[in-house]
């Protein structure tokens, strides 16, 4: 529902922010999800995304409704609004056993469903190596892309393909919003969008050398999502050496996807977020690294200052 906003002083709007459960920190413990749930509301948080392989509900691509029941019971304890990560390593392009993979998400959508979110995040597709022919590069994604769209559009829930940045030496669309945006165009399904992931573009952009403001540009009008943290732009190169570094060691250098708290980094948040303001309406997800947990609070302060600054932000 939208809210009516003519009379309402923009330092009064309310901005609904929401924060990432960590899949490796839940790790399928129920305790430790109760746990953060605690501390998110104490936080002030509106929101949860709540990663669905990271609370054990999905096996060999099946659902598991026994386990969707326990954490159901857990997240009705709370005032959140939910959405969904969908499982890091779902790819619809893959080689062996697409099938296996469509089964996974699918499975996530059914586990939204039932937990009441409207969306799930799915990370696209990649592939090891080239198409022969560069027409029928993303036909094979596109058309089972439709099939999933399809199949949320059953379940009343929305899939959100996010951006990443490059993983290895992979053939990807999803590391650049420039193509992402034209894959989920071509799907042309109302039940499938985009999370925009600023701080993996801002990376991807100073990698593969596109222009960050036009990435933004080419999103918004499939623009359902969005994740919110900061880095410095440095990219982890991917070898022997690099791709084997500690999250400690990188925060050291600054290197890599660091998802530090919005403000921290150099993601050039003031130059976009204007025109993202205006167009999007939707829950503006955090997705901070569990070792800052104690910038939360200023996290939130940060997104709402500087959302309230840029533009009105209408409530979904």
Not at 115 to 132: D, K, M, T
Request: charged share 20%.
């Amino acid at each position: 529902m939208t809210a009516n906003v003519s009379n309402v002083k923009i330092e009064d709007m309310q901005v609904p922010i929401g924060i990432n459960a960590d899949s490796g920190t839940i790790d399928g413990n129920l305790k430790i999800l109760h746990s953060l749930l605690d501390r998110f509301q104490w936080a002030g948080f509106s929101a949860v995304e709540i990663p669905v392989h990271g609370v054990g509900c999905i096996l060999g691509g099946r659902l598991l409704q026994v386990q969707t029941d326990r954490v159901k019971r857990i997240l009705e304890r709370y005032p959140f609004l939910y959405t969904v990560h969908g499982p890091d390593p779902v790819n619809l392009c893959d080689e062996k056993n697409p099938e296996l993979h469509a089964s996974a998400l699918r499975s996530s959508i059914d586990f939204a469903k039932a937990i009441g979110s409207p969306l799930v995040v799915y990370h696209g597709s990649y592939r090891l190596a080239e198409p022969e022919r560069v027409e029928m590069e993303w036909v094979d994604e596109i058309e089972r892309l439709k099939r999933i769209g399809e199949y949320a559009e059953k379940q009343g829930v929305t899939v959100a393909v996010e951006n990443i940045f490059r993983q290895g030496n992979e053939h990807t669309y999803r590391i650049d919003p420039r193509l992402l945006a034209q894959v989920v165009g071509a799907v042309g399904s109302a039940k499938i969008g985009i999370c925009f992931d600023f701080g993996h573009a801002f990376l991807s952009a100073q990698e593969e050398g596109f222009s960050y403001s036009e990435a933004v540009q080419a999103v918004l009008p499939r623009l359902v999502h969005v994740h919110v943290h900061d880095n410095l732009g440095i990219p982890m190169a991917f070898g022997p050496c690099e791709n084997g570094m500690k999250p400690l060691d990188a925060f050291v250098l600054g290197k890599g996807d660091l998802h530090l708290p919005p403000g921290w980094g150099k993601v050039p948040y003031g130059n976009v977020l204007p025109d993202v303001v205006a167009a999007y309406k939707g829950v503006w997800m955090m997705e901070i690294h569990p070792r800052f947990s104690d910038a939360y609070e200023e996290g939130i302060q940060w997104l709402k200052d500087t959302i309230t600054k840029n533009r009105r932000f209408i409530k979904p």
